[in-house]
């Protein structure tokens, strides 16, 4: 933030003329940042409006994974599902309803098995904006598995999430990075930090001392629980247990184009 705008700034923008209207036409058919916006200046260089490209409508659908025993949570989940747990007076599946809704997903399913009439109950009381379907896993199937239940759902986007997520991402940036980048997975991260507890010796091979960190800390990037998935992508998921790394490792390997998006905004996996 204390660097100045010249380290980020583009010095030599693309621009169209408004007396020249070949313009146009020129950069729509060459130059790829067009796509995204285009500033028109006047014979005066000084800036009239800029040129927003239209937003790609697709058919977006979300999944919820809210299948899990909340094993780690003790007697909290005894009689109640994880994602049934409130943070800040509203149930965490509440939560990702409402951001679900806010980003106009029309089709949200919901994948149950553990105290599923709890949720099955949680969903026919509530008000929802959007067509909410249960899809119940009459075994458990993982974090993945249950996507092979959406196979005759038509759908250009499928987003999955975790139902023990809150967040503050932008789920608009997440689909339009998705599909602006061609990719067949899209994962999300979240960046996570590990202080350790002691202080770091550094020394070379001679066994030379170099320097001592105190309990430095180490930063890494973190599956945060909520993914993109193409209908190709979905299709692949077989009807058996699996979790979504496998998915993931999966598509890479068949050569599936598999992009990450950081997530800078609030995240927590409860």
């Known amino acids: 933030l204390k660097d100045k705008v010249l380290t980020c700034m583009n010095k030599n923008p693309v621009t169209a003329s408004l007396e020249n209207k070949n313009d146009f036409y020129r950069l729509l058919k060459s130059v790829p940042s067009f796509k995204k916006f285009l ?3 006047d014979s005066k260089k000084k800036l009239k409006y ?4 239209e937003e790609k409508n697709f058919n977006k659908i979300a999944l919820i994974m809210a299948g899990g025993f909340g094993t780690r949570f ?3 989940t005894k009689f109640i599902p994880k994602p049934l747990l409130k943070v800040s007076r509203k149930p965490m599946l509440e939560l990702l ?7 106009d997903y029309e089709k949200i399913f919901i994948s149950t098995h553990y105290l599923h009439r709890k949720i099955e109950d949680f969903i026919n009381k509530r008000k929802s904006n959007s067509d909410i379907k249960i899809l119940l896993e009459k075994k458990p199937l993982g974090t993945a598995g249950s996507i ?6 038509n759908f250009d986007i499928l987003t999955v999430i975790n139902g023990d997520i809150v967040t503050d991402i932008d789920l608009k940036a997440l689909n339009t990075f998705h599909i602006e980048k ?11 930090r590990m202080q350790i507890p002691y202080g770091v010796i550094k020394f070379d ?7 001592v960190e105190e309990k430095p800390d180490i930063f890494n990037y973190v599956l945060s629980g909520i993914y993109c998935l193409n209908k190709e992508i979905a299709n692949s998921v077989e009807n058996k247990k699996t979790d979504m790394p496998n998915i993931i490792e999966r598509s890479h390997k068949k050569g599936k184009k598999v992009g990450v998006f950081p997530i800078y905004e609030y995240w927590m996996d409860v």
């Open 39 to 41: 500033p028109v200046l």
């Open 50 to 53: 800029v040129l927003i490209d």
């Open 74 to 76: 003790g007697s909290k």
């Open 97 to 103: 309803l409402e951001k679900l809704e806010k980003f």
């Open 148 to 153: 092979n239940k959406l196979k005759d759902i």
């Open 182 to 192: 061609n990719n067949d997975v899209t994962v999300t991260v979240a960046k996570h």
């Open 205 to 211: 091979d001679s066994q030379n001392f170099i320097a």
